[in-house]
């Protein structure tokens, strides 16, 4: 059993943000729907997902599904995301829900003040992210390129669900309809990055996983195959 944190359960499209928009954080939200805990951190996450200069992401998990509910979302890869980024933090258990912004902080989800907190120290620098990346669909390609800066990373490819309600019937939030937003469905690891400009093209069905309609590209450092910190990213159409 996770540890108990306060409001918590423990255990052709341009792709660019909008002029003046500058990519500053990726909020990736790790929830579950058999977690009643996660219903605060929902309206939170709707707002998030509505500014132009945030990438918002939901990465549903599995370790739940034990409490009556499995959840119709949730991928095996997103919960060991969430326990490689716990242990590269330190943490000692992982929770829901949990936001982790720019591969870098930690916080509950649901608490807006604490989240408004990092995203303020993370989003700090005017132009935003620190490596720029842009994301294009050009006829069945998305063209990628990606700039110079001092560290090494991967490029990865994330296959994006904008909108998908779901009707849960069992479990802690029994007879609720949740909306997700932005829902990770796939995740696809285009290629290294050495710091120097690199430019990738990626077919688009790569990004057409499972029921997904859009993509996000994500450029993340990696420590001894764990996530590390994130440099920049794109949106895809629609987001």
């Known amino acids: 059993m996770a540890l108990a944190l306060a409001g918590a359960c423990s255990a052709p499209a341009r792709a660019e943000p909008a002029r003046g928009e500058p990519l500053r954080a990726v909020v990736e939200l790790f929830t579950s729907q058999g977690c009643a805990a996660c219903r605060g951190a929902d309206p939170v996450f709707r707002e998030l997902a509505g500014r132009p200069g945030i990438v918002a992401l939901t990465l549903p998990v599995t370790y739940w599904d034990y409490l009556g509910w499995k959840d119709t979302l949730a991928q095996k890869p997103f919960s060991e995301r969430q326990h490689a980024y716990a242990g590269l933090h330190g943490i000692r258990q992982v929770f829901t829900p949990q936001a982790i912004v720019n591969g870098a902080a930690s916080v509950v989800a649901s608490d807006r003040t604490g989240l408004e907190r990092i995203l303020g120290r993370e989003a700090a620098q005017p132009g935003g992210l620190p490596v720029p990346v842009r ?99 794109a949106k895809g159409p629609g987001l």
């Open 135 to 233: 994301g294009e669909e050009r006829g069945d390609h998305i063209v990628i390129d990606v700039g110079a800066g001092g560290q090494r990373g991967e490029v990865w490819l994330l296959s994006v669900l904008r909108r998908r309600p779901v009707a849960i019937e069992r479990g802690e939030n029994r007879g609720r309809t949740a909306t997700y937003l932005n829902v990770v469905r796939g995740m696809h690891r285009v290629g290294s990055w050495s710091g120097q400009p690199v430019h990738y093209e990626v077919p688009l069905p790569t990004a057409h996983v499972a029921d997904a309609d859009s993509w996000v590209v994500v450029l993340q450092g990696a420590s001894n195959g764990k996530p590390g910190r994130i440099w920049g990213a």
